[in-house]
């Protein structure tokens, strides 16, 4: 593949209402966050010649895609419905890209929304999260979602050591990071001794280990990096895109404590012309504790069986080394199943615009954003940049 670095800009960038959003559906949600990314771009929906969405689990469409392209009335020569569950967002934004540098298409709009607190019934969800696994040698078991990520949470402590008060950390650290952002689901802080004390889920994983369930959407706007200086907020541009793929059930995994985020993150690295050294913030999938540790080892932020310590020492907090998942992530922000990293690419955003208030890390030029589909299965990373490399 060509490099897309620096091709291509995100020019626009909203979130919806999170949380509990109970007078507003999925469709209503995906829609809204597409209208306000569009003025935040400053640009109306006739402008608009590509469209990418993802499918909702509450309100699914056999064509989800152009079912929105009709509810909102645009006609693009370049639409996409998908499904890579949580690494959806990432994979997508560079296809969008590629679509964009080889002249498909002009102007690109993304918006994803679910409702998973308020669209589904405790029935439908547990149903959800239990029909994940392999038909024939998990499910017949009985594991659910969390289930699965326990088993890498157990292989990382058995394999170097790490401890409960380790994943806590991280849970602790984006709760910080909510505090300061008046739109996240859960703002009040929590310490490591509420992280172990919460009710256990399965074992490593209490409920503060675990990623929130949500209401809300998000979407973004994306242009050559030619037009980008025309709009008015400043572009964000695209640096690096990279994805790996290592299995589809845990099942088959070949290793529960390295994932396939060490090829997507060298392959956004080598696109960029950067490295781990050069971020200066992150948003890290954090559906659960563990899978932050292994991602941030996987790419390259420290070493593996380091990543414990990296997170006790307060690297990831705000003033750390890396401050990651600045908006509070999946853990405290919101997380409506596979629109949930969406928030961290508005997040990036906001970063790099420095737009980010009372949780902005100073003077952002790099970001890297990471998303992972699966149980550990399908990962993209980006690399954003304020400026072109």
Same mark, same amino acid.
């Given at each position: 593949?060509?490099?897309?670095?620096?091709?291509?800009?995100?020019?626009?960038?909203?979130?919806?209402?999170?949380?509990?959003?109970?007078?507003?559906?999925?469709?209503?949600?995906?829609?809204?966050?597409?209208?306000?990314?569009?003025?935040?771009?400053?640009?109306?929906?006739? #402008? *608009?010649?590509?469209?990418?969405?993802?499918?909702?689990?509450?309100?699914?469409?056999?064509?989800?895609?152009?079912?929105?392209?009709?509810?909102?009335?645009?006609?693009?020569?370049?639409?996409?419905?998908?499904?890579?569950?949580?690494g959806?967002?990432?994979?997508?934004?560079?296809?969008?890209?590629?679509?964009?540098?080889?002249?498909?298409?002009?102007?690109?709009?993304?918006?994803?929304?679910?409702?998973?607190?308020?669209?589904?019934?405790?029935?439908?969800?547990?149903?959800?999260q239990?029909?994940?696994?392999?038909?024939?040698?998990?499910?017949?078991?009985?594991?659910?979602?969390?289930?699965?990520?326990?088993?890498?949470?157990?292989?990382?402590?058995?394999?170097?050591?790490?401890?409960?008060?380790?994943?806590?950390?991280?849970?602790?650290?984006?709760?910080?990071?909510?505090?300061?952002?008046?739109a996240?689901?859960?703002?009040?802080?929590?310490?490591?001794?509420?992280?172990?004390?919460?009710?256990?889920?399965?074992?490593?994983?209490?409920l503060?280990?675990?990623?929130?369930?949500?209401?809300?959407?998000?979407?973004?706007?994306?242009?050559?990096a030619?037009?980008?200086?025309?709009?008015?907020?400043?572009?964000?541009?695209?640096?690096?895109?990279?994805?790996?793929?290592?299995?589809?059930?845990?099942? #088959?995994?070949?290793?529960?404590t390295?994932?396939?985020?060490?090829?997507?993150?060298?392959?956004?690295?080598?696109?960029?012309?950067?490295?781990?050294?050069?971020?200066?913030?992150?948003?890290?999938?954090?559906?659960?504790?563990?899978t932050?540790?292994?991602?941030?080892?996987?790419?390259?932020?420290?070493?593996?069986?380091?990543?414990?310590?990296?997170?006790?020492?307060?690297?990831?907090?705000?003033?750390?080394?890396?401050?990651?998942?600045?908006?509070?992530g999946?853990?405290?922000?919101?997380?409506?199943?596979?629109?949930?990293?969406?928030?961290?690419?508005?997040?990036?955003?906001?970063q790099?615009?420095?737009?980010?208030?009372?949780?902005?890390?100073?003077?952002?030029?790099?970001?890297? *954003?990471?998303?992972?589909?699966?149980?550990?299965?399908?990962?993209?990373?980006?690399?954003?940049?304020?400026?072109?490399?």
């Open positions: 593949m060509s490099s897309l670095n620096g091709k291509v800009a995100i020019v626009g960038a909203a979130d919806t209402e999170v949380g509990v959003v109970p007078h507003m559906g999925a469709t209503q949600l995906c829609v809204d966050a597409a209208l306000r990314a569009l003025d935040d771009a400053g640009i109306d929906k006739e #402008q *608009v010649d590509g469209l990418i969405t993802c499918n909702s689990m509450a309100e699914p469409y056999m064509y989800h895609a152009e079912a929105i392209a009709e509810y909102m009335q645009i006609f693009p020569r370049y639409c996409l419905g998908v499904g890579t569950g949580g959806t967002t990432f994979s997508v934004l560079h296809h969008a890209a590629s679509a964009i540098a080889t002249g498909v298409c002009d102007t690109v709009l993304i918006t994803m929304a679910d409702s998973l607190y308020s669209g589904l019934s405790k029935e439908q969800a547990m149903a959800m239990s029909s994940t696994g392999h038909q024939q040698f998990e499910i017949p078991y009985g594991p659910t979602v969390p289930a699965f990520y326990a088993l890498s949470g157990q292989a990382h402590m058995a394999e170097y050591g790490t401890t409960p008060e380790q994943f806590a950390a991280i849970a602790v650290a984006g709760r910080k990071h909510a505090n300061l952002n008046p996240a689901q859960k703002r009040d802080i929590i310490t490591v001794e509420d992280v172990l004390n919460s009710r256990m889920i399965a074992d490593p994983l209490h503060l280990d675990c990623s929130l369930i949500s209401d809300g959407g998000s979407a973004v706007v994306l242009t050559s030619e037009r980008a200086t025309s709009f008015k907020n400043p572009p964000v541009y695209l640096l690096g895109a990279g994805e790996g793929h290592s299995h589809e059930h845990i099942s #088959q995994a070949h290793n529960l390295t994932s396939a985020a060490a090829e997507s993150g060298q392959r956004a690295y080598e696109m960029a012309g950067v490295g781990p050294s050069d971020i200066d913030v992150a948003q890290i999938y954090d559906c659960f504790t563990p932050v540790l292994i991602e941030l080892e996987d790419l390259g932020f420290c070493e593996k069986g380091e990543g414990g310590a990296f997170v006790e020492n307060g690297n990831v907090e705000l003033g750390g080394s890396l401050p990651i998942n600045t908006h509070g999946l853990l405290s922000h919101c997380h409506p199943g596979n629109p949930g990293s969406m928030f961290a690419l508005t997040e990036a955003v906001a790099l615009r420095h737009q980010a208030g009372d949780r902005q890390v100073q003077d952002a030029k790099v970001s890297l *954003v990471h998303g992972q589909g699966g149980i550990l299965s399908s990962h993209t990373t980006l690399i954003l940049g304020r400026e072109k490399h």
